[in-house]
């Protein structure tokens, strides 16, 4: 029976590796060596490790009807993914859709995941066989491959040595079967414990890991950046996440270095952080851009410095139109800062109006930059109103205008009601005056919108950036009192 013919699976991770020698031979399946090797990589760089099982049937279950490669990978992922959500990878369904930081390997448990107690009961070994070759999910039969003869008494008198073929008498390799096979058991329970999701068993968290499900402990420097992106106010969920690609990312020596683990989470936060790459100055002229949000959010301010910024260091020739008329206040404060600057504005009370506005300032300007007046999130009215200016100044660029300082719920509910007003990318102001920075990532991940520039004071033209992914991860990670120090 083909079932009983010992073969040597090899998989991404041991769970994968076991869920295929189950699946091939059934529940009964006799293991009869296992190992962990390095493949691929140069040097001693880079490679992954690879999981070997060599078993045989029972020679009382059939083997069941092969499998294609897909439909083995698919139950090995979904062994482990249906029982434990947390190993679903992150994504950020948003444009564009962030890089993955490297190929994932499927339903692999990171090595520092896999259990560490079976290690002081009889661990097998990694080899560290560079040489050899890239996984492929079964091998043929070796023949030297012994059926084992289970011993009743297999107390080791000390840990066993790499799982190497036995070279000794027939005692001997059945004696190391037997403490292998009770290593593969512990590590069978350990794996199903976890998939299982077994929160019994889970760990108490540490200080600064908000996720009381964690399973098992991360690294020491993984901990540590946990707690300071939670410092930042990062959300709960988002960190686990990091973590978990760190973890899986980089091996346990690697996750001992904190300049590795922080250029590591740097990336990895950079890659979920869509923006306009810092331009402030963007797109064919003439360039039009709305400002839209609530009142007080900083719209009027944050024009004023965007106005400046591109008269002044870009040389760009700058008009503004206000629609604020609601509010004379609001007119008469873009006018001071205008007469500042020295730009032309055109006060408008109508949408034709506004569209007539935009039409012959676009004739001799680069850049028009339209105030809109704020709009409570709650009166849907008024962001009908809203829509209608819009669709008739026909801006290029709708940026969302939110206080960083409201957290990531509040920006979530602001961007809900200006669906209407069809918002293209977030200006996060008042960022100085936010518990942390980790309400960046926050409001990226709920609004799914691209952020343009941040604010960070009151100060004209100074106090704006135009984001970069990484210049906004840096700040996440060091806060923004440190980075501005910097
Ligand atoms: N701390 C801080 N205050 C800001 C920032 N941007 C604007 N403000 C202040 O927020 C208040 C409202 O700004 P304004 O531009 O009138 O908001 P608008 O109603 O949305 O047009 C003013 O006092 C601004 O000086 C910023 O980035 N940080
Ligand atoms: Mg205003």
Known sequence: MAGTQ?????AGSMAEALAEVKRTFGPDAVIIRTRCVRAGGAL???????????AAGSGEHAAPAPMTADERMTRASAAMASTDDDFSP?????????????????????????????????PPPPTTDRAAPPPSKREAPKPEAPRPEPQ????????????TPPTTSDDDRAAEIERELASLRGMVEEIMKQTKGASSTTAAPREGVPNSRRPVAVPESVERLGRRLAEQQTPPATIEELQRAIASELTPSECADDDLVRATAARLIAERIPTSDGKIDTGPDPRVIALIGPTGVG??????????????????????????????????????????????LRVTTRPEEAARAREELGRTHDVVIVDTPGRSQRDARRIDELANILAAVQPDERRLVCSAATGGEAISRVNDAYAAA???????????????????????????????YITTGQEVPDDIEGATSASLAGLILDGFETSRRR
């Not at 005056?433 to 952020?451: M, N, Q, S, Y």
């Open 6 to 10: 010992p073969t040597t699976i090899k």
């Open 44 to 54: 001693g760089v880079g490679g992954r490790d690879v999981y070997e099982i060599t």
């Open 90 to 122: 992150f994504s950020v369904a948003t444009f564009p859709e962030p890089r993955r930081s490297k190929p994932q390997t499927g339903a692999g448990v990171p090595e520092e995941l896999l259990p560490k107690k079976r290690v002081a009961v009889a």
């Open 152 to 163: 009743k008494q297999a107390a080791p008198k000390k840990a066993p040595r790499a799982l």
């Open 299 to 344: 719209k009027t301010t944050t024009i004023a410095k965007l106005a400046a910024l591109l008269k002044l260091r870009h040389g760009r020739r700058v008009a503004l139109i206000t629609t604020d008329t609601y509010r004379i206040a609001a007119a008469e404060q873009l006018r001071v800062y205008a007469d500042i600057i020295g730009l032309p």
């Open 422 to 452: 069809w918002p293209d990318g977030l200006i996060l102001s008042k960022l100085d005056e936010a518990p942390g920075a980790g309400v960046i990532l926050d409001a990226v991940e709920r609004t799914k919108l691209p952020i343009a």
